[in-house]
């Protein structure tokens, strides 16, 4: 089936099979390959992407269904050359170990702190309930999505 | 994890996602938010031939006032019902529950209706809505029928819904006393289904995961209305169920929480102003 997404600001038309995930069409199709495949449960958050202008688990939503709507990744979160405050927070604050849970839990807090701009640690920690680090390293998670709302405080 | 191959259609319209049902029958299924279905799909362990997509139908995701109830759309999605002034107001047990679903990505996809028609004795609000004791208008070619909770969950994930009928809104009476609840959920992980849980409203009680189907707490409620006092009332928890033994805990082990439970969200339930 054809299907028509907006990915990052950009067009993109391509005939996909009906069942294709958003996740494989980002990858596969997109080439945007930031977004990772963890559990492929909707579990652990790593493919999380934001649908017009929302936090989703792009495993657990058909291309399809993304048709005529629009989809950002992390590659589209800098503008400029200028990293987006939560990447420049994530980079401040050492929010990351191995890095394979960072895209999804970099979209996870843009999408949070859309929501809530001010959060406290703990509606950080609650917001994040749906993205998994095996690495395990929260603390410094949490405190770049405090410093990022932090900045946006100032910046505003 | 790919599902088997299936025809994607998108309805824009209620009555073209019945047209829709009507045409393909058995073999077709309608996808709401998808974040119950897709992940049986994906597991092979539901493989509809054709998916009507309702992703579209933006008129039926509302919350609305109607003097003795309140009116939510099939297609409200469960961040929408969590952050409904409405709701927090007239029903707080519901709006609290919604904010427990899953995680804030499922809550933006997942809609009240698909968890109810979905019917998973897993799912919370169907419990939530039983405790509630909330009425659904289903549409199907010949109009539309009222089906009350208590008649609704016939079977593990069967429901009184007839195939080329569309569940289209949920009606929630407003409690006699809307502080009088308390939502309980026992889980390894935040994110996971619910071990075992329960909703508490005015001295009804829905219990999660405690047999094939969602389910009332009916030993529990008789006690209650005998004049038991919670504590008593919650020993009843257990009673009438039939919950399984997985790989998440025993039967023996989920009755004991049940019971724990219970127990709790009347306390809580009776201490709210």
Same mark, same amino acid.
């Given at each position: 089936?054809? #299907?028509?997404l ?16 958003? #996740? ?13 495949v ?17 936090? #989703? ?9 993304a ?6 990744? #992390? ?15 994530f980079?401040?604050?050492?929010g990351?170990?191995?890095g ?7 979209m ?6 859309k ?42 | ?6 025809? @994607? ?101 997942g ?46 994930? *069967? ?9 289209t809104e ?34 009804r ?10 389910l ?22 257990? *009673? ?12 023996? @082990? ?20």
């Amino acid at each position: 089936m054809k #299907v028509d997404l907006t990915v990052n600001g950009k067009d993109i038309t391509a005939d996909v099979e009906d069942r294709m995930l958003l #996740v494989h069409f980002l990858r596969d199709v997109a080439d945007l390959t930031a977004t990772n495949v963890g559990c492929d449960t909707t579990s652990c958050g790593a493919c999380t992407v934001l649908l017009d202008g929302e936090s #989703v688990k792009s495993c657990t939503v058909l291309a399809a269904q993304a048709s005529g709507h629009q989809v950002t990744t #992390v590659e589209g979160l800098a503008a400029n050359g200028e990293m987006h405050p939560v990447q420049r927070a994530f980079h401040q604050e050492h929010g990351l170990q191995c890095g394979f849970c960072t895209p999804g839990m970099v979209m996870a807090i843009v999408s949070l702190l859309k929501e809530n701009p001010d959060p406290t640690e703990e509606q950080v920690r609650q917001g994040l309930e749906g993205n998994l680090c095996r690495c395990t390293g929260y603390h410094n998670i949490v405190r770049a999505a405090l410093a990022a709302a932090s900045e946006g405080k100032v910046s505003a | 994890m790919i599902p088997s191959s299936f025809t @994607y259609k998108r309805a824009g319209s209620a009555e073209e996602a019945l047209d829709l049902a009507a045409e393909h029958g058995d073999d077709a299924k309608f996808l709401a938010g998808g974040h119950s279905l897709l992940p049986l799909m994906k597991l092979r362990l539901a493989a509809p031939e054709v998916i009507i997509d309702l992703g579209g139908l933006r008129d039926l995701s509302y919350v609305t006032d109607q003097g003795s109830y309140v009116a939510i759309g099939a297609l409200t999605r469960h961040h929408d019902v969590e952050h409904s002034e409405l709701l927090g107001r007239e029903v707080p047990l519901l709006a609290h529950a919604a904010g427990r679903v899953g995680d804030p990505q499922i809550r933006h996809r997942g809609t009240i209706g698909g968890s109810i028609a979905h019917a998973d004795p897993a799912s919370d609000l169907p419990a939530v809505l039983l405790a509630l004791d909330a009425t659904l208008v289903a549409r199907g070619a010949d109009g539309a029928r009222e089906i009350g909770m208590g008649e609704f969950f016939q079977g593990l994930f *069967e429901t009184a819904l007839e195939p080329d009928e569309l569940l289209t809104e949920i009606r929630v009476p407003k409690p006699a006393s809307p502080g009088a609840w308390s939502f309980q959920k026992f889980t390894q992980r935040a994110i996971d289904w619910a071990i075992v849980g329960c909703a508490v409203q005015d001295g009804r009680v829905g219990l999660v995961n405690m047999g094939g189907t969602p389910l009332r707490a009916a030993a529990v409620e008789a006690a209650l209305a005998g004049g038991a006092s919670p504590a008593d009332a919650a020993a009843h928890a257990a *009673e009438g169920t039939s919950a399984a033994d997985d790989i998440r805990a025993t039967r023996a @082990y989920r009755e004991h929480l049940a019971r724990v439970l219970v127990a709790r969200a009347l306390s809580e339930a009776n201490s709210r102003p």
